[in-house]
């Protein structure tokens, strides 16, 4: 049996309160929402009982965020694409930012099992002085469990139309890709951290973030590559590489506490289903 599950979120900032509404069809919503910074931010974790998809399955989720509100958005753990039956399976996010909105959208890491046919769509469209911190990180196989990635295919698809585009595919058939010293070098963990601005941000800060950023970058877990730039004056996007998934996340977690506490004075209050 597939399924076609959809989840749709509207986040809404009333009386100095970010509260949601959400309507799903299919085994895809999210838990109680908690206020662990204040009424202005509302965390929420994403839940998919059935655990995975497979081949066929589709997952779209939508997320809009009204003028001014503040959301956090997680989920509980990966999530997994398994072994293909013959069909694609897709995963498929759109995030809708109006005006001096701000989104967290920090899902766990995305397993790609062996032999899988996959896709992980997310796009986003941000309104002036809108902010997106969002990150990516995919797990090709599981090899400290002795489940390599050696057939299959994955595809990565990042996008704000206009702005920007990552489309990666990997195959699991590519050696050279997966391998070799210009591709993954061996590496079974890829992993993006993306701040996105409707508004340009001001080059004095982009400096100064992209700086504190390589400070904490040069004392990166063992086996950790990783670099930052500043692809255009609306972004910040940070990318590294691992061999397995952990070093990365607790890497990226650092990081994505040091922007959002330089970007908008806020602390790093992780999400209490991290520690779980």
């Known amino acids: 049996m597939t399924w076609h599950a959809k989840l749709a979120l509207n986040y809404a ?19 109680k929402s908690l206020y662990p910074e204040g009424p202005g931010i509302c965390h ?46 897709l995963q498929r996010t759109k995030l809708k930012l109006l005006q001096g909105a701000r989104l967290e959208w920090l899902p766990l ?8 046919d996959a896709v992980n769509h997310l796009e986003f469209d ?24 050696e057939d299959g295919v994955f595809e990565q698809h990042i996008e704000w139309p206009g702005r920007f585009l990552e489309r990666g ?27 996105a601005s409707g508004t340009p941000i001001a080059r004095a800060q982009r400096e100064a973030l992209l700086e504190a950023s390589h400070e904490l ?21 940070l990318r590294g590489v691992s061999p397995v998934v952990e070093p990365v996340m607790i890497l990226w977690k650092k990081l994505w506490m040091l922007w959002r506490k330089e970007l908008w ?6 999400p209490r289903i991290w520690s779980m």
């Open 44 to 89: 929420n974790v994403l839940v998919h009982p059935p655990g995975g998809l497979v081949g066929g399955d589709v997952l779209d989720i939508d997320v809009e965020v009204e003028a001014g509100a503040h959301a956090l958005v997680t989920t509980p753990g990966a999530t997994r694409f398994y072994k293909s039956n013959g069909k694609q399976a």
């Open 109 to 116: 890491e995305a397993i790609a099992y062996n032999a899988c």
């Open 126 to 149: 941000l309104a002036e002085d809108a902010q997106l911190l969002t990150w990516d990180v995919t797990a090709l196989g599981l090899p400290l469990a002795a489940q390599p990635f």
């Open 13 to 31: 900032l009333q009386a100095d309160k970010t509260s949601v509404h959400f309507t799903h069809d299919g085994p895809l919503r999210i838990l």
């Open 217 to 237: 970058l040069g004392a990166a877990p063992e086996g950790v590559w990783s670099g930052v730039t500043s692809p255009n004056e609306n972004m910040l996007v």
């Open 265 to 270: 004075g806020l602390e790093g209050t992780a």
């Open 169 to 195: 595919v990997v195959n699991a058939q590519d050696d050279l890709l997966l391998n070799g010293d210009l591709g993954l070098a061996g590496h079974r963990c890829l992993a993006s951290l993306i701040f």
